[in-house]
């Protein structure tokens, strides 16, 4: 399908990092106005609003990617969502320690690329530390973690949702959009969210449609941020002997779109850590959302965003353990600053923001 567009200057892998570095832009730009975060939709002080942003992205995502899947553009039968041995200790560990690290850092790793493009200085070293931890858990000293708890499966009949297909999908998006009419976000960002959920759907199609080449493959994924942040680092110190992906290029579209967006916007601003401890806090986030997302197969826009629209199994069970580990966090925080509210030496939770 790749040659019938005429990229005739250019092969498959390296017309997807152009694709993946537009889409980043875009989803920058969205992210960065409507303030799209996973985090704040569960935990935050406006996660009502929040979550009614971040569901009708989910929603919109559903429905195009299933349009696109019955249509015939793409399928999943092929991809790791599909498949019949769930690693289901290694998706609900990976999804606890994720969400717990989200927390710790203010932030899931797609809100802390885009606050990265807007200078939060404290986001690029989470990003940083994040992208490290997780090449260690998929190729390094850490992957022990990966092949050991991957090995406790457990066998499905089918991997994707009971029912799964265009009515699930419909029903889906109306219960999901049906919330976000009541969250009470403002309808620009609803609207803004709209096309974020497009931008997920679009960039299945790109890679498994536009860019198909059975000569040059190129891997069949959308918006994520586990994997795109390994490649990234591994091409930064690496490039002159690996060629860029991709994920490379949305990592990168991602953070000069929120830039972009930022500085038209007024709301470029260079943000550091304000303390040591606030600075262990933030990296030990990034530790467990480094080790987390992989294991979890992906983080709350590779698994959720991206992956729930597959209406796979695994990615719902991803992102709902992501869920509960966020909350458990918070509260367990919660409870401990209660606990020692008045004391001297207690420093509150700074924002990432």
């Known amino acids: 399908m790749f040659e019938t567009f005429g990229f005739e200057n250019l092969t498959a892998p390296q017309a997807a990092v152009y ?3 537009i889409l980043g832009a875009v989803f920058g730009v969205l992210a960065q106005i409507t303030r799209f975060c996973f985090r704040r939709a569960i935990t935050g002080d406006d996660r009502k609003q929040a979550a009614g942003v971040w569901l009708t992205a989910l929603a919109l995502a559903i429905l195009a ?12 039968e092929d991809h790791r969502f599909m498949a019949t041995d769930l690693p289901v200790a290694a998706i609900v560990f990976g999804g606890l320690i994720f969400g717990a690290g989200m927390v710790l850092t203010r932030g899931c790793v797609s809100r802390l690329s885009v606050l990265t493009g807007s200078g939060n200085l404290r986001a690029a070293m989470v990003l940083v530390v994040f992208a490290v931890v997780a090449h260690a858990t998929l190729k390094g000293v850490l992957a022990p973690i990966r092949t050991t708890l991957g090995g406790y ?3 499905l009949d ?6 799964a297909g265009p009515v699930l999908a419909v029903v889906l998006a109306a219960v999901l959009l049906g919330f976000a009419a009541r969250s009470g976000a403002r309808v620009t960002h609803l ?5 974020i959920g497009l931008v997920a759907a679009a960039g299945w199609v790109a890679t498994g449609f536009v860019l198909f ?3 040059d493959p190129v891997a069949l994924e959308s918006l994520s941020f586990t994997s795109p942040a390994a490649e990234t680092l591994f091409w930064g110190v690496a490039s002159s002997s690996i060629s860029p992906t991709f994920g490379t290029g949305l990592l990168g579209g991602v953070i000069a779109g929120a830039a972009v967006s930022a500085l038209i916007r007024g709301e470029f601003e260079w943000q550091s850590f304000d303390s040591p401890r606030q ?4 990296l ?8 987390g997302g992989v294991l979890a197969g992906g983080c709350t826009v590779g698994a959720g965003l991206s992956g729930v629209p597959t209406l796979s199994v695994a990615a719902v069970l991803a992102l709902l353990s992501i869920a509960a580990g966020g909350l458990a966090t918070a509260r367990l925080l919660s409870a401990s600053s209660s606990e020692s509210a008045g004391s001297s030496t207690t420093q509150p939770l700074q924002p990432a923001e």
């Open 191 to 195: 609207g803004l969210a709209s096309l």
């Open 284 to 291: 030990a986030g990034a530790a467990l959302m480094g080790v």
């Open 213 to 215: 080449d059975d000569f």
């Open 158 to 163: 089918s991997a994707a949702l009971p029912f």
């Open 19 to 21: 694709t993946g570095l």
């Open 279 to 282: 600075t262990g806090r933030y």
């Open 153 to 155: 499966t457990i066998a």
């Open 65 to 76: 990617t299933q349009f696109a899947a019955l249509n015939g553009l793409i399928g999943f």
